[in-house]
């Protein structure tokens, strides 16, 4: 199947928390805000393949866009939207792939290296050598705090041969495994190397609070959660019998739901059960968030499950007894998962999904993202649209499209579909 996709639209993606877009195009790049729906910022000065934003803030990081004019894709630069001012650039040996931030680290994804920044001041921390990595699979934690780094790790890579004091130099066969490597920012050593599946890694993706790891491999049928970074496997989701392109993985702002895109044109939403927010990520160090997404969300225990528990007064007992017989479940599952037999300890593990939607055309590649104040799931298309849908938070089931617009200009809208 062909891959549907607008020709002038080279790059888009939520920021941290899942509040503003940020598009880059043939002419230059935009920053639109998810809800109300708007376009906030727009800077046409060339072609720009990667645009990432630190949360809500004016900082951006720009990269080139390959086969352009005047545009190179080995040039990151830092701006200030708000000043319009530049703060650094930086020109690396090849191709810039991908950009991660949080408020303390900036990550630069090259074919074969990863390089580590402090943002504060732009010095060069540590640079990682990796096996081949053309897709940039990685993720940074959105949490300073708790700031790890994953990504595929070397073959083989058991967790007994690792040095604590520096990433493991690849091997010379490019082959690839289903492990992942957890690498802390903080003190620039591994963390841990995750087992996570047989086949090789396809896309990571890490919570808001740099605790929990969600994984999947080539063939796309398995999501697994792990923890970070004990790395215990906390959840495993079966998205479909059918092997598929994963697009995007996002948790949601409190990491009680997990959207899942793919190339089947269908988004997967599971449910992973209400976790308390971890103090260690709100502590006095932490520089405060946007006021409308984290700290409203935040002071909810279960976050959006208190929105159904407001609604459900009479059923306090009920609830009660089926939340103390999960924690009973899933506490014999840990405690005996050792003993048994994996087909036998994953059937008390969450398999299906939550809810799921339909998207409205066929072979377009979708990032999902949850929305952090409301039940809504957010879909950018590479065609050029932004999709709101609204989840039905106590019945699951399809979700149903409530809002559509155009992340481009017309003329860009009109003129770029392939």
């Known amino acids: 199947m062909v891959e549907r996709t607008n020709a002038n639209m080279l790059f888009a993606n939520f920021n941290q928390d899942f509040s503003c877009i940020s598009v880059g195009t043939r002419k230059g790049y935009s920053i639109t805000n998810c809800d109300p729906f708007g376009r906030v910022y727009t800077m046409n000065d060339g072609a720009r393949g990667i645009v990432e934003m630190l949360f809500c803030t004016s900082l951006i990081a720009l990269v080139g866009a390959a086969d352009q004019p005047q545009s190179s894709p080995r040039k990151l630069q830092i701006v200030n939207t708000k000043r319009q001012s530049m703060i650094c650039e930086l020109l690396f040996p090849s191709s810039i792939l991908a950009v991660k931030l949080n408020r303390k680290t900036l990550v630069i994804v090259l074919e074969t290296e990863i390089y580590i920044y402090d943002i504060s001041n732009m010095r060069l921390l540590h640079v990682i050598e990796t096996t081949p990595n053309p897709e940039a699979i990685c993720a940074l934690s959105p ?101 598929a392109r994963i697009y995007s993985i996002n948790f949601n702002v409190v990491s009680t739901l997990l959207a899942v895109s793919s190339a089947h044109d269908t988004v997967h939403i599971f449910k992973l059960g209400a976790q308390k927010p971890s103090s260690a990520n709100r502590g006095p160090s932490s520089p405060p968030e946007s006021i409308d997404s984290r700290e409203g969300m935040q002071g909810l225990d279960g976050g959006y499950e208190a929105f159904i528990d407001d609604r459900k007064k009479g059923s306090g007992v009920s ?14 599952s840990h405690s005996m998962g050792g003993y048994l037999p994996n087909t ?75």
């Not at 298309?381 to 399809?398: A, P, T």
């Open 344 to 418: 036998l300890t994953e059937m008390w593990e969450p398999s299906r999904d939550f809810a799921f939607l339909r998207l409205p055309t066929s072979g377009a590649r979708c990032i999902v993202a949850l929305s952090g104040t409301l039940p809504q799931v957010m879909v950018i298309s590479s065609e050029g649209y932004f999709y709101s849908y609204n989840i039905d938070l106590e019945n699951g089931g399809e979700c149903s499209l409530t809002k559509q617009f155009s992340l481009l200009d017309s003329a860009d809208e009109s003129s770029g579909m392939e």
């Open 143 to 243: 949490s300073a705090d708790s700031s790890y780094l994953a990504y595929p790790s070397p073959v083989p890579s058991p967790a007994s041969t690792l040095s604590p004091q520096a990433s493991p130099a690849p091997p010379a066969s490019t082959q690839q495994s289903g492990d992942v490597l957890l690498f802390s920012t903080r003190s620039l050593t591994v963390a841990n190397v995750i087992q996570a599946h047989k086949a090789p890694i396809s896309f990571l993706s890490i919570n808001s609070a740099g605790t929990l790891l969600a994984t999947a491999s080539d063939k796309g049928t398995v999501i697994r959660v792990w923890s970070i970074p004990g790395s215990e496997k906390l959840y495993q989701f079966r998205r479909g019998t059918r092997e």
């Open 319 to 332: 609830s009660s007894l089926r939340r103390r017989s999960m924690q009973m479940t899933k506490s014999l």
